[in-house]
Each structure stands twice: as C-alpha cells, then as structure tokens.
C-alpha cells in the first residue's frame, strides 16, 4: 500500500527567507508525486508533478521539487517566499495502475513580514 | 486549461432532505472523476472514483446508498447526499483527469461547503 508523510503539519518563514515543506512517501512500485496547494475555502491546484525522467521539478509560482529515490523524498522549495504563498500544501503518490491519489496530511505554510 | 467547476459552492439544507452536487469538467473531457470528502484542517479522503458510464467504485467505509454517484457524460459526475443529517456536513471537492494514466494530474474543483442543520 502506498502512503505519504508530511513532516510538520505547519510551517512559519519569514517573508524572503527559504521555504522547505517535507514529504517523503511509500511505494511498491515508482511513484507519480505531485504538490497541490489549497487556498481557503478552495479546491486544490497543482503546483508540480514528477512522472518519469528529470528527477528535479520546477513547477508553478517559483516551487520545485526533488525527487530523491534512495530517500523516498519529494521534499517542496522555494528560494523566496512570498505574502501569497500562505497556504495549505499537500504531497501526493499514485503509481502505475492505480490512478487514485493518496494525500499526505498537509502543511499549513504561514509567511511572517 | 483542464477547468473543473463544481456547483454549488455553498449549501444550507434541513436534516432528512437530500442534496446534489454537480462537478463539470470545462474544457475537457473526464473519463474519471473523483470524489472527495475534507474535515477542518485534515487532508482529503477519498470516497469514490466515477467511471463515465458505469457504476462509481466507493472506498471502503463510504455508503453507497448515502452517497450517490452518477457519471452520466465525459464532462459531468454528480454527487447527491440522501437523507443527508449534520455529520454529513463537511466540504466536498471533487477532481477530474484528463486521462485515465497514473501519471496525469488531476485537477480540482473549488469545493462545496455542506451545511445540514
């Protein structure tokens, strides 16, 4: 079965200053890992998706993301971050044959001034 | 691209009556769809995947007969809350994907906030 941890369900960083949302998944077979982020009261948007090939994402807004298989890592960065990138962040597996997602439990990312 | 709108945002409704919930797929066409069911600040469970044309597969643990599913088209999946009592409030998201490949995202809509008093 496959799962997703989120370490730290909430995250603070000041604005300009370096954002790191972790997340490091389980899987019997290679993984399809994408980043969503919820505003309130909103659904989901994808920020970036790792299927096959360059193991290094860059997606939308600035974020990108590595996918380390030796760690079963898809760990989420940014160099600088932003008023608006206040947000819930979710990690997500699926593999080959089983198209549903499976969601990690969420990062609240909060930006000081 | 890969719209998916989803109708009503909001609902208020009395105990005991049912509720129905529309999820349209814009600008393309959804072989699946996804249905989804979130608490406050938790993460998102999955209650069924929507099959165009064929009977919705429920995840263990979601009743069929309360949760009702219906994909009659490529861009339309509805989910219809029977009899529907105030632990069935919650926010309801539902997702589509342009493909029926692992590897394709699936893209969401913004959520209805269920209400039943």
């Known amino acids: 079965a496959q799962s997703v941890t989120q370490l730290g369900s909430h995250v603070s960083v000041s604005e300009g200053a370096l954002v790191l949302l972790r997340c490091n998944y389980s899987s019997s077979v290679p993984p399809y890992l994408f980043w969503y982020v919820q505003y309130p009261n909103q659904g989901l948007q994808l920020l970036l998706k790792?299927?096959?090939?360059?193991?290094l994402v860059k997606g939308i807004n600035g974020f990108e993301a590595e996918f380390k298989k030796s760690e079963t890592s898809f760990h989420l960065t940014k160099p600088s971050a932003h008023m608006s990138d206040a947000a819930e962040y979710f990690c997500a597996v699926s593999s080959q044959g089983a198209q549903k997602l499976v969601f990690g439990q969420g990062t609240r990312l909060t930006i000081n001034p | 691209g890969a719209v998916v709108s989803q109708h009503p945002s909001w609902v208020i409704c009395k105990s005991g009556t049912s509720v129905k919930i529309e999820c349209r797929s814009l600008?393309?066409?959804?072989?699946?769809m996804f249905w989804y069911r979130q608490f406050p600040k938790q993460s998102l469970m999955l209650m069924a995947t929507s099959n165009e044309g064929s009977k919705a597969t429920y995840e263990q643990g979601v009743e069929k007969d309360k949760f009702l599913i219906n994909h009659a088209s490529l861009t339309l999946s509805t989910l219809t809350v029977t009899s529907a009592h105030p632990e069935d409030s919650s926010f309801y998201i539902c997702?589509?994907?342009?493909?029926?490949?692992?590897?394709?995202?699936?893209?969401f809509g913004d959520g209805t906030r269920l209400s039943i008093l």
């Open positions: 600008d393309f066409q959804a072989t699946t």
């Open positions: 997702s589509a994907a342009t493909g029926t490949g692992a590897y394709q995202p699936q893209h």
């Open positions: 790792y299927t096959t090939g360059a193991t």
